[in-house]
């Protein structure tokens, strides 16, 4: 028996698929009975697992991390570049925090100050790349690295100056005593008070 190199096709009405002749009756009886084409993605599936796929592949899902509803396509675009809760790094200080607090953050981080060895200034963080560039161009070609690794020494002596000494340690237990006591003393007199109202 001779089996012919191209059968002739036709298309099935309803999944557009090419079908040899001789079977097109019966896939078509199949194929409308049993499958369906996705609304959204023109996919032929199951019949009875239409709604699974559409929930499992285009249905909206919430965001991990903020709950908002996002098409499942933008999901991991909304996760990385627009979900207000996505961890982000403060430019100054390299903290990791929510996107949402990024601004408030930056805004008191870079207010805060750091010596430059180089003209002997403090220098807020958010100004420092346009003071090295206004100032200090030509030594930082000459000398290239960042400033701030240089200022880390400053800011650890600066610390030590800070730390509390032995009498202000003292002070500092001897309020948190007589607060304590205080605080003693006045909930044992609001007892009695209260025990004095009732028997009246």
Known sequence: MEIPSEQATSLCSHCDRAIPVSNIDLHF???SRNLERCKVCGDMVPRKHAEEHYA????????????ETIDREILAV?????CPQRIVTCEYCEFPLPAVDLFKHQEVCGNRTEFCHLCSRYIR????NDHDIKFHSSRLDDNPGPSRDAALPERDHDAERRQPNGLSQRRLLFTIAI???AVI???????????TNQLQ
């Open 29 to 31: 009886a199949h194929c």
């Open 56 to 67: 499992n592949t285009h249905a909206p899902v919430a965001c991990s991390l903020c709950s």
């Open 78 to 82: 909304h996760k990385g570049e627009n």
């Open 125 to 128: 963080l958010r100004e420092r």
């Open 179 to 181: 607060t304590g006591i």
């Open 185 to 195: 003393m006045g909930s044992i007199f609001l007892q009695r008070k209260a025990d």
